[in-house]
Every structure is written in structure tokens, then in C-alpha cells.
């Protein structure tokens, strides 16, 4: 019979679970990881080889847990394994705690809803840890082949970059229509750009004045030709009289012809043409000694913008190696295949001790278990009424006590008011005696 006063101890001293000094052994060890109570499963020896394998199937699946990080650090970082073991075992540590938790929380013979509704968000869980375990695997696994696709990328980025590079920013003229150059633009040649600006300005105005002094030289030939017919009498049709000799007509013509060669100064504007030529020789070859130093100059920037994007590749992320993944799961279906399987086979041996646990069914311990924590209740909720009990039967003899002594108090105090109204009186009647006393006799 359990002590219900004296709980778990009184049982161990009645014999249920006699307490002796466990010897750690290697299944011992095992089945810590599945969050059995030894001395339950004592009572059920033959339960020991499927908990043993369940444990051995948490410390596989915390090692290779330990594994995948150890291949995710190295990954990340360069540094010695002295430093990235003791995180790897860490991580391992926490997964097999996790596992220990998701096992032990299907212990008991509970029924119903909530026993599968646990199954499932443990199952839930366990397929988000061994997807989390499975990726740095196949990273570190395909390690080689997505670096090269990585080097591949980054080396057409690269190419890419130095192409935009020389594309806007072009040794002579502006960059070509259509190409996208937003962050592209190098400084280093505007003097180039400012004499190209001011030859083109001065050829427009070249080209003007030409097409003006071929007008006004026609047009003067033109009068002087006309001028030339009516004074040596050359008939024209509706132009000329036919009449030779400085006649009225002549002397019309003639002084058209001044009044334009006044106002249309030719020579002067042939002088201004040629100054002008001789500007845009000056300035084209200022423009070649420009363009040259753009170039140098464009030339050197574009190299250290290259040379920039180029330090920026020099490390390999994780993050770099899962896009490349995508990529060559996309370009090789051996890849694609691979990566899920080791996916699968990693989220199946996670979920292999809750699977394990779902097959067994309910097993003698989980009723051994299930016993013992109704009786532990059992106890402890009898052990709680006793002390219970046994604090307010306390609190109520204090009580009475409290009660029997303010009663007894009260007692003393109306005797003392009493025998203090007692003194009173005798001392009022001899008062009044004395008083008595002391009044005259009358006669």
C-alpha cells in the first residue's frame, strides 16, 4: 500500500521501484535520447532492444546533423576545425534534444484527437528540421560543381560589366541609343566632349555661312549676267529691251548689281569662312590630343570599376551556392534528382523516431508509464490534502486558542472594571460620612 503521506519515497521504500545504482552502458546511454525511465522499463525488460534502436536512431540522425553543419560552417567560413567542431557538436546536441522531447511527448497510452494531433505537428516539425539538415549536405556534397557554375556567372557578369563599361562610355562621340548606361557613366572626359561640342557648333555655323555666300554669289552672277544682256543689247524674254547702250534699263541693272555687291560684302564673308575653317583645325586637333587623354582616362576607370566588381567575387557565400543550385538542378536532372532524394532521406530519418514510435503502437511501457503517473498523482494529490489538512487543523487550534484567550481577557477586564466600581462607591460613602461628620449640631 502506498504512504500517502510520504509519496514517492514511501514507494521506494515499499518496493515498487527499489532504487539501486545504475551502471551506464551503452544502451543505457542510447536510451537516454528517448526519455525512458529506467527503472519503469525495468519492470518490462523485454521493451529495452526497440527503445535502444529508437535512441540509436536520434544519436544517427544528431550526427549527421552535427555533419550538415559542420559542412554548412565550412562553407561560410574559412577558419580552423578546432573552432567550427565544438558549434557542429553543439547543433547536434540540440537536434537530439529536440528529438528526445518529440519522443518522449508520445509516451503514454493517451487515445483520441490530441494523440495524432500531436503526431502530426511533431511529424510537421521533424520535416522542417530534416529539410534544414538535408540543404548544407548537398551543398557541401555538390560543392564543386556549383563553384564552377558560380565562376561561370560571375565571370560573365563580369564581362558583362567591363562591355556596358566601353559601350557608354565610348572614346569619341556620346554613348549609343538604346543601351541601358543608369550607373555606367564614367567621369574623365568632358574637355573632350566640350571641344567635340564646339566643333559640331562651329561646323552648323560654317555650313550657314557657305550656303550664304553661294546664295548671294549666285545672285550677284545672276545680276551682273542680266546687267551684262541689256547693255550689249542681248534680247531676253520679258528681261531686256534688246537696245544696246547705257539706256535707262542699263542703268537699272547696273545699279541693282552695287546695291546688292554693298549690302552682300562677298569678300568679307569668304575671310570670315576661312577663319572659320581654321577655328575647327585648331580645335580638331585639340580634339584628338583630348579624345587621347578621354580614352587613357576612361580606359583606367573602367579598369578599376572592373577590377572592383571582380574583388567583390571573391568569396563564395552560402546564399551564392544555394542559387546556384537552383541553376544546375534546372540544367542537369541527375542534379534535380540527387538534391530531392537526399532530401527525402534525410526528412524520413528525422522523422524515422516518431514514424518508429507511431509503428510500435502502444507498447507495455507506455501502460507501466501511464500507471505510474496516475499514482504519482494519485500521490501527490493525497499528499496535498494531507498537508492541506494539516495546515489549516493548525490554523483552526490556533484559532480557538486566540478565541479562548480573548474570552479569558474579557473576563479579567469586567472583573476589574467591577472591583474598580466597587472602590468607587466605598470611597463616595466615606466621603459622605465625613462630611456629615463635620457639619455643626443643631440646638
Known sequence: MVDILHGSKAADQHGRHPRRREQLTLGTFLRRF?????????????ERSRYTSLGGIV????LIAGASMLGALTLLSQVSLLYLVPMAVLWGLIIANIDRFLITSLHGDADGWSRWGNVLIRLALAVVIGIFIAEPLTLKLFQERL????????????????SRYKQCNPPTGPAPSGVNCSGY???GGEQAVAIERNITQSKSILKDAEDRLAA?????EDLEAIRNRECSGIKVANRTTGLAGHGPRCKVYTDDLKAFVTSHDIPKQQKEIAER?????SLAADQNSAEKERSKTLSKKNAEHVEETRRAYNDIGLLDRWEALGTVAGQSGMVTFAHWLLRIIFVLLDCMPIISKMLNGKTEYDRLLTQELRAGSACHEAELNFTTRQTTGEYEIRLREEERRLKAERGRIDRDQRVDEASRDDEIDRLARTFMASMPTQR
Open 34 to 46: 528517448t526519455g525512458v525511465d529506467e527503472k519503469i522499463l525495468a519492470s518490462v525488460p523485454q
Open 59 to 62: 544519436v544517427s540522425t544528431a
Open 147 to 162: 563553384d564552377r557554375q558560380i565562376m561561370v556567372e560571375r565571370d560573365q557578369a563580369i564581362s558583362l560589366t567591363e
Open 185 to 187: 557613366f564614367l567621369d
Open 216 to 220: 548671294d554669289i549666285k545672285r550677284r
Open 277 to 281: 575653317k581654321d577655328e575647327i583645325d
